[in-house]
């Protein structure tokens, strides 16, 4: 028997609640790792047309941009491989972006972080977390 186009429509808006939720879960799971390691929270999803930005943080005079991945498996690499050169670009445009409107910060040293979740973040998962994981081409 085959699906309505209406509980097609139905079953996609469902999975796609359930991924911003544990997006959501994600980030404020790397927000309270973060800050326990003495990152102090400036921003969060601060968006753009380029782009979007998960976490703004500082250490100790530098502007850390962290990117928030989780998945549920490990196929195709897991988390952290899905931050390929494409989303690189578009954090980078983003940090562009963040540092026209936020004049203050445009003197800081600045790091790009990944943030990484596999599993479910409200139940059983392991995280990592990668310091520099990339770098702008050019300044910033």
């Known amino acids: 028997m085959r699906q309505s186009t209406q509980a097609k429509g139905t079953v996609r808006r469902r999975r796609a609640a359930e991924s911003r939720r544990s997006g959501e879960n994600a980030e404020d799971l790397a927000a309270d790792y973060l800050a326990s ?14 782009g979007e930005l998960d976490l703004v943080c500082s250490d100790r005079g530098t502007l850390v941009v962290v990117e928030v ?13 899905s ?35 596999q599993g479910p973040p409200d139940g059983r998962h392991a995280i990592a977390w990668v310091r520099d994981a990339f770098r702008a081409g050019r300044r910033c």
């Open 83 to 117: 931050v390929a050169p494409a989303k690189q670009r578009r954090i980078i445009r983003a940090t562009r972006f963040l540092l026209h409107t936020h004049r203050e910060w445009r003197g800081w040293r600045l790091r790009f972080d990944v943030f990484g979740v």
């Open 69 to 81: 991945r989780q998945r549920a498996r490990s196929d195709f690499g897991g988390a952290l491989a």
């Open 37 to 50: 390691r003495g990152l102090a929270l400036l921003a969060r999803n601060v968006r753009c047309k380029g």
